[in-house]
C-alpha cells in the first residue's frame, strides 16, 4: 500500500537549518508530483514547496524563497526539503503529500518543527 514517512523534523534555534526526508513506497514515484505543506496551530495547512516528477520543476510558496528548498531522489523514492535561516514563523507540522498521476492523493504522518531559542 501507499506510504509516505517523514522524518528529519525537531527543535531548532532561528536561523539554524533542518533537513526532512520522506520516504515513499507503494507507487509509481516518478510520476507523481511530490509536496511539502506545514501547518501551523490553529492555522489552515498551507504548500510550502512542490517538485515535479522528473525534478526540473519546483514551486515555492512566497515567504520560504531563498531559504527553503525541495528536491526528489527517484533512484531511492525519497523527496527532502532543506530549511535553512529559519525563522519562528517556520513552526509547525510539515507533512509529505503525493499526487498520483492517475488523481489520487497522498498524505504522511507529518514531523514537527519547532523554531525557538
Known amino acids: 500500500q501507499v506510504q509516505l514517512v517523514e522524518s528529519g523534523g525537531g527543535l531548532v534555534q532561528p536561523g539554524g537549518s533542518l533537513r526532512l526526508s520522506c520516504a515513499a513506497s507503494g507507487f509509481t514515484f516518478s510520476k507523481s508530483v511530490m509536496s511539502w505543506y506545514r501547518q501551523a496551530p490553529g492555522k489552515e495547512r498551507e504548500l510550502v514547496a512542490s517538485?515535479?516528477?522528473?525534478?526540473?520543476?519546483?514551486h515555492y510558496t512566497d515567504s520560504v524563497k531563498g531559504r527553503f528548498t525541495i528536491s526528489r531522489d527517484n533512484a531511492n523514492n525519497m523527496v527532502y526539503l532543506q530549511m535553512n535561516t529559519l525563522q519562528p514563523g517556520d513552526t509547525a507540522a510539515y507533512y509529505c503529500?503525493?499526487?498520483?498521476?492517475?488523481?489520487?492523493?497522498?498524505w504522511g504522518q507529518g514531523t514537527q518543527v519547532t523554531v525557538s531559542s
Open positions: 517538485i515535479g516528477g522528473s525534478g526540473s520543476s519546483t
Open positions: 503529500k503525493a499526487i498520483m498521476y492517475d488523481g489520487n492523493v497522498y
